[in-house]
Structures are given as structure tokens and as C-alpha cells.
């Protein structure tokens, strides 16, 4: 559009030049001719002349064509561009419709699963409430046979309590005679309980925190191991100890014997060993003194017992030792 404006401003230029100068100077030069017949040609630049003032008035509606042509084509401009405004508008809005209807298809499709779902749930819940009617009329029928049997049962307590209450004096009477003679079992059975529970000290303990107790062996009595202690006020001890690892307990009388000397012994679970832990209290009840352990194994191969002796020995030891007044 621009360069027609300039090709039209450059024809009106050249015709206005063409008709002001170039023209007049013509039609000077040929009257400035004699001897010659000049009148056609005069006629032929009048009329040129004439040709040329209409091609600048035809110049000029077509000037004013060309800017009316071009609002017009501006308008268009605007309106096209408009247009495509509204055509992606359009477009962003058709997807955006066609998002919408998918996502409303993919919400229909599970509404539509839920809704089987819910026909499911409700016929199970009908087939419930068919059964629950059944047990209910069920249970109306055993609720009433229940409070027959009821109704009978406190017939018959009633009938009981009236009973009881008749004999109720008799039933106190028996009540009072019964808990004398249970204060005289008991009273009996605290004595005989009394006369044979033990009476005891704990001598030795090598578990215990307190150091007259452990009296400072807390791994055991060994071989070789002597405890000072009086034993005067006690008729019995009681040793309990391991030999060999096996758990063992002696139970001793230790006034009115002839020999100072005893044996704590264990049989191992294959019945192949035989273990020994001697331990001595003299006559003077004033100690305990463990010497030495012994040990026979028994041999399937070679059918024979074989001895190991010593003094110490870890797994010959007593952890506890109680006397009995």
C-alpha cells in the first residue's frame, strides 16, 4: 500500500510538471515557429493538455480511492487480526471443552462403576435385612419362651428363699459350730507346722552382696578353702554346691558322729562319671574346711575307669550353706 501512495505522488508530480511547464514551453517553442502550419499541432498539445488535467483530476479520485482503500484495508487489518484473536480464544476454549469433556467422561465412567458398586451393596443389604427380620421374628419367639422359663425360675427361688429363710436359724447355729471346729483344725495345724519348720542361718552365700555372708569367696568354695564360723548353736547344716557342674545339696547332722570327714557327690547325665567333693568339720564345730575332689570315668572303648585327684578345681564347689539349730 505504501508504494502505491508513492507511485501515485510521483505520477501527480510528473503530470503537474508535464502541465504547468513542460506544455506551456512546448506550445511557446512552436509559436515561435513561422513559416509553418502549426495549427494541428496546437490542437494536438490543447489537447494533451486537457488529457493531462484529467489524468490529475482522475489522480487525485484515485488518491482519495486509495485512502478511503486503505482505512478499509486497515479495518480489515484490525478485523482479521481480531478474528485470529478470537479464533485461538476459540481454540484454547475447545480444548479447554474438550479437556472438560474428557475429564467429565473418565467421572462418568466411575460414577458409573460406583453405582454398581452401590446396587451390589444395597441388594446385599436387602438380602441382610430379609435375614435380620428372620432372627428377629426368631427371636421374639425364644425372648418369650426365655421369659416363661424365667418367670418359672423365680417362682421357684422365691420358693427356695421362703425355705431358707425358714430354716435360717438352724443354718446360723450349724454356721457357728462349724467355724469352732475350723479355729480347732487350724490352731492344731499351726502347732504341728510350728514343730517341723526349720529354724536356719544362712553361713555362706557366695551370691550375696553383704560380706559377712559372702565372706569375701564369691566364686565358690574350692578345695583348700576354710571357713572360720561357730557352728555351735546348729544340729544340722545343709550345703548345696556343684561337682563337676552337676547340682548337688548335702544335708548333715553334725553333733553325735564318729568321723570329722564328709563326701558331696554327683553322677554325671551318662551315668559314666562319678564326682566327689570332701569337706571336713571337726569335733570342735568351730570351722568347715573343703580339701580335696575326686573324678572316676567310666570308658566304653576300653571298658575301665580312669581317676584325676587334686585340690582346687573350678567346676568341685560349694555356693551356699545353711545351719539348722
Not at 75 to 89: H, L, R
Not at 123 to 130: A, D, E, G, P, R
Not at 190 to 205: I, M, T
Request: charged residues 20%; contains cysteine.
Amino acid at each position: 500500500m505504501i508504494n502505491i501512495f508513492h507511485d501515485v505522488e510521483k505520477l501527480k508530480k510528473e503530470l503537474w510538471y508535464l502541465n504547468r511547464f513542460t506544455i506551456p514551453k512546448l506550445q511557446e517553442n512552436i509559436e515561435n515557429l513561422s513559416g509553418f502550419d502549426i495549427t494541428d499541432i496546437s490542437n494536438s498539445i490543447l489537447t494533451l493538455k486537457q488529457d493531462v488535467s484529467t489524468l490529475e483530476k482522475s489522480l487525485s479520485d484515485q488518491d482519495l480511492t486509495i485512502s478511503t482503500l486503505s482505512s478499509n484495508v486497515v479495518a480489515i487489518q484490525k478485523s482479521v487480526e481480531g478474528i485470529i484473536d478470537n479464533y485461538s480464544k476459540l481454540l484454547n476454549s475447545h480444548n479447554g471443552l474438550a479437556n472438560y469433556v474428557n475429564d467429565m467422561s473418565t467421572k462418568q465412567t466411575e460414577l458409573s462403576n460406583q453405582i454398581l458398586v452401590i446396587n451390589e451393596n444395597i441388594s446385599q443389604l436387602s438380602n441382610s435385612i430379609t435375614n435380620i427380620s428372620l432372627l428377629t421374628d426368631q427371636n421374639a419367639s425364644e425372648i418369650t419362651s426365655l421369659k416363661t422359663d424365667v418367670n418359672s425360675s423365680v417362682n421357684t427361688l422365691n420358693n427356695k428363699l421362703t425355705s431358707l429363710e425358714n430354716n435360717n436359724t438352724t443354718t446360723l447355729n450349724e454356721i457357728e459350730t462349724l467355724k469352732a471346729e475350723i479355729n480347732s483344725i487350724k490352731s492344731q495345724l499351726g502347732n504341728v507346722s510350728s514343730g517341723n519348720s526349720l529354724d536356719f542361718d544362712v553361713l555362706y552365700d557366695m551370691r550375696s552382696e553383704d560380706p559377712a555372708i559372702n565372706r569375701g569367696v564369691t566364686a565358690g568354695a574350692v578345695g583348700g578353702t576354710t571357713f572360720n564360723i561357730d557352728l555351735l548353736p546348729y544340729r544340722y547344716l545343709r550345703l548345696f554346691g556343684y561337682v563337676n557342674s552337676y547340682e548337688c545339696q548335702d544335708f548333715i547332722k553334725i553333733t553325735d558322729r564318729n568321723r570329722t570327714d564328709f563326701t558331696m557327690m554327683s553322677v554325671s547325665t551318662n551315668m559314666k562319671s562319678l564326682n566327689f567333693l570332701k569337706y571336713a568339720i571337726p569335733v570342735t564345730l568351730d570351722k568347715i574346711q573343703f580339701s580335696n575332689y575326686g573324678c572316676y570315668t567310666y570308658s566304653t572303648q576300653s571298658f575301665a575307669f580312669s581317676y584325676a585327684y587334686g585340690k582346687t578345681n573350678e567346676n568341685y564347689y560349694v555356693y551356699r550353706i545353711e545351719g539348722i539349730k
